[in-house]
T-cell receptor, first 110, second 113 residues
Framework: NAGVTQTPKFQVLKTGQSMTLQCAQD?????MSWYRQDPGMGLRLIHY???????DQGEVPNGYNVSRSTTEDFPLRLLSAAPSQTSVYFC?????????FGNGTRLTVT | GEDVEQSLFLSVREGDSSVINCTYT??????LYWYKQEPGAGLQLLTY?????DMKQDQRLTVLLNKKDKHLSLRIADTQTGDSAIYFC?????????????FGQGTTLQVKP
């Protein structure tokens, strides 16, 4: 069972570059979300989706875009990377109960 | 707004019990969760409790919920070195779960042999 798959595992960007973090789930979950994890701050919600075609902002959405064209995929786009976006990013899915997490993408912006 | 607070660090000896505490603010939370994160890995669901329960036990894990004080605890009996990890408390502060959880800062559990 693949569960929630995130790619890439690691990424280094220069300030101003753009990129897309990929997230896919094979559990047919309606709900998907993106969190970032920073030391001492727990996980903070960036964006979430309650179904294909529906997305909404979380606690820290600035500098990120999302779309949900299919149930399976929920990519996170960084429009113009900044050093403040250096973090570990987690994608999660659920069917209305506990969240299932991917293994994360460790992003460094120099 | 909603907030979840945890102490940042706990150190115990192997074989002792560990108790990790958490406080939350949203009294409408319907589910409260404990997740475990090992180094370099994602978050693994350990257990969760419904807000109408006081206690839940699952093998070495006991969750206690004091809804009046908005206090949640996770007790790990006979703590092993493999239990060393970061433990996150999280609440679902909405009437329906939609993938929106509020997480605490995480408690790093260090187990000494």
């Amino acid at each position: 069972n693949a569960g929630v798959t995130q790619t890439p595992k690691f990424q280094v960007l220069k300030t101003g570059q753009s990129m897309t973090l990929q997230c896919a789930q094979d559990m047919n979950h309606e709900y998907m979300s993106w969190y970032r994890q920073d030391p001492g701050m727990g996980l903070r919600l960036i964006h979430y989706s309650v179904g294909a075609g529906i997305t909404d902002q979380g606690e820290v959405p600035n500098g990120y875009n999302v779309s949900r064209s299919t149930t399976e995929d929920f990519p996170l786009r960084l429009l113009s990377a900044a050093p403040s976006q250096t973090s570990v990013y987690f994608c999660a899915s659920s069917e209305g109960g506990p969240l299932h997490f991917g293994n994360g993408t460790r992003l460094t912006v120099t | 707004g909603e907030d979840v607070e945890q102490s940042l660090f706990l150190s115990v000896r192997e074989g002792d019990s560990s108790v990790i505490n958490c406080t939350y603010t949203d009294s409408s939370s319907t589910y409260l969760y404990w997740y475990k994160q090992e180094p370099g890995a994602g978050l693994q669901l350990l257990t969760y409790i419904f807000s109408n329960m006081d206690m839940k036990q699952d093998q070495r894990l006991t969750v206690l919920l004091n809804k009046k004080d908005k206090h949640l605890s996770l007790r790990i009996a006979d703590t092993q070195t493999g239990d060393s990890a970061i433990y996150f408390c999280a609440e679902s502060p909405f009437s329906s779960n939609t993938g929106k959880l509020i997480f605490g800062q995480g408690t790093t559990l260090q187990v000494k042999p």
